[in-house]
C-alpha cells in the first residue's frame, strides 16, 4: 500500500505544480485552494509512504514523479517544448526512480 501512496504523493505533487503555473496564470482563488490542496495531499501521501519505505527512496521518487509529470503537464497544457531530448531525459529521471524501486 506504501507505493500506492507514494504514486498518489506524486500526482498531488503534479497538481500543486500545475497550479503554480495557473495562480500566475489567472491570479484566482480558485488555483490557490487547489494549490495547496495539491501539496497538501502530496505531503500526507509522501508521509504514509514513509511509514514502510525508505526515505532516501519515498524521496526520490517522489520528486521524479513530481519533477516529471510537472515536465509533462507543461508540454501538454502549456504548450512548453517538446523536444525529443527533453522527452529523453523525462525518461531518464522515470528511470532512475524504477530503478530505485527494483533495488529497494
Known amino acids: 500500500m506504501s507505493w500506492v501512496y507514494l504514486i ?9 505544480v500545475a497550479m503554480i503555473n495557473s495562480l500566475y ?17 502530496s505531503f500526507l501521501f509522501l508521509a ?5 519505505l525508505p526515505m532516501g527512496t519515498a524521496y526520490a521518487i517522489w520528486t521524479g514523479i513530481g519533477a516529471s509529470g510537472g515536465a509533462i503537464l ?8 517538446k523536444d525529443w ?11 532512475a526512480a ?5 533495488v529497494s
Do not use: D
Open 8 to 16: 498518489l504523493a506524486g500526482i498531488f505533487e503534479m497538481i500543486g
Open 85 to 95: 531530448r527533453r522527452v529523453v531525459f523525462i525518461v531518464m529521471v522515470l528511470g
Open 98 to 102: 524504477v530503478g530505485l524501486k527494483l
Open 25 to 41: 496564470k489567472n491570479k484566482n482563488w480558485q488555483s490557490f485552494v487547489l494549490m495547496l490542496a495539491g501539496f497538501g495531499g
Open 48 to 52: 504514509l509512504a514513509m511509514k514502510a
Open 74 to 81: 507543461g508540454m501538454l497544457l502549456y504548450g512548453e517544448s
